[in-house]
C-alpha cells in the first residue's frame, strides 16, 4: 500500500473531487481526515470510507476561511492520529459573473475559500510536518491556474495566487523535508460544474449543450470530461512520490485543453 502509515487531512472532501481523493487515499491505507463545512456529509464520507478500508477516515466539520477553524480542526487530527503527513487543500466554490456585475462580496467570499484555506491549512501543518522532517502539501489548481475565460475573473485570480503559493512553499519547505505542489484539472463533472452549466448559459445567451460542447469541452482533444478518478490518481502520485524530487511543480489533467 502507497499511503501506509500515512495522516492525511483533505479539506472540501464531503463530495466531488475531495471524496474521490479520500476514498483512493484510504484504498492505499492512509488515515484520512474527512473535512468540509457539511459536518454530515463529512462524517457519512467518513463511515463510508471507514467501512471500505484497509485505511481508515474520520469527518469534521471545517471552514477553511476561518482561521479558528483551521485550527482547531488540525488540533483535533493531531489529538486522534498525530502530525499530518499529507495535505490536500481541495475546498473550493465556483461565482460566475462578468467583472463590472461582481459583487465585492462574491469577489471576497471565493478568494478567502481558495487563498486563504489554503494557505491557512498549510500553515496549520507545516510545523508538524518540520518536526517530522516529511511531508506533502498539495493545493487543488485548476487549467485556470494557467489560462483565463469570461465570467471567473475572481476563479481565475485565486487559482493563478495558488501556483504562486505552492512554488513558495516548496522553496520553504524544501530544506525540511516537505514537498508542494500544485494539480491542474479541466473540467470535471461535479456538482460544482454542473452549476455552472445553466450560469453561462444565461450568461452567453446560448444553450446549455453549447456550453458544454463549445466552452467547457471544446478545446479538449476527445470533448471528454476528466473525471474525479483522474484527479485522484494525481493526488496519490504526488502523496507517494518517494523523494524530493518532485517539488514545486504544477501537473495538468485536462483531456489536452491546456498544455504545457
Given at each position: 500500500?502507497?499511503?501506509a502509515n500515512q495522516i ?133 489548481g485548476s487549467v485556470h ?116
Amino acid at each position: 500500500m502507497k499511503l501506509a502509515n500515512q495522516i492525511a487531512l483533505v479539506t472540501g472532501a464531503a463530495s466531488g473531487i475531495g471524496l474521490a481523493i479520500a476514498r483512493r487515499y484510504v484504498a492505499e491505507g492512509a488515515r484520512v481526515a474527512v473535512a468540509d463545512l457539511n459536518e454530515a456529509g463529512a462524517q457519512a464520507a467518513a463511515a463510508e470510507l471507514t467501512a471500505m478500508g484497509p485505511g481508515e477516515a474520520f469527518g469534521l466539520a471545517m471552514d477553511v476561511s476561518s482561521e479558528e477553524a483551521v485550527a482547531a480542526g488540525v488540533a483535533a487530527i493531531e489529538a486522534r492520529w498525530g502530525t499530518v503527513s499529507v495535505l490536500v487543500a481541495n475546498a473550493g466554490v465556483q461565482i460566475v459573473n462578468p467583472i463590472e456585475a461582481f459583487s465585492f462580496a462574491d469577489w471576497k467570499r471565493l478568494l478567502a475559500i481558495h487563498l486563504d484555506g489554503a494557505f491557512l491549512t498549510t500553515r496549520a501543518v507545516l510545523p508538524g510536518m518540520y518536526a517530522a522532517g516529511a511531508g506533502s502539501v498539495i493545493l487543488m489548481g485548476s487549467v485556470h491556474s494557467k489560462a483565463a475565460s469570461p465570467l471567473k475573473s475572481a476563479y481565475v485570480t485565486a487559482k493563478h495566487g495558488l501556483a504562486g503559493l505552492a512554488r513558495a512553499i516548496a522553496k520553504e519547505g524544501g530544506p525540511k523535508g516537505v514537498r508542494a505542489n500544485l494539480i491542474c484539472p479541466g473540467f470535471v463533472r461535479t456538482p460544482l460544474v454542473d452549476r455552472q452549466i445553466p450560469e453561462q448559459a444565461r450568461e452567453l445567451g446560448i444553450s446549455e449543450e453549447e456550453v458544454v460542447k463549445k466552452v467547457m469541452l471544446g478545446q479538449t482533444v476527445d470533448g471528454e470530461f476528466t473525471t474525479v478518478d483522474d484527479i485522484a490518481e494525481l493526488a496519490l502520485f504526488f502523496a507517494a512520490f518517494p523523494t524530493n524530487a518532485l517539488t514545486g511543480q504544477s501537473l495538468i489533467a485536462s483531456h489536452g485543453w491546456v498544455m504545457e
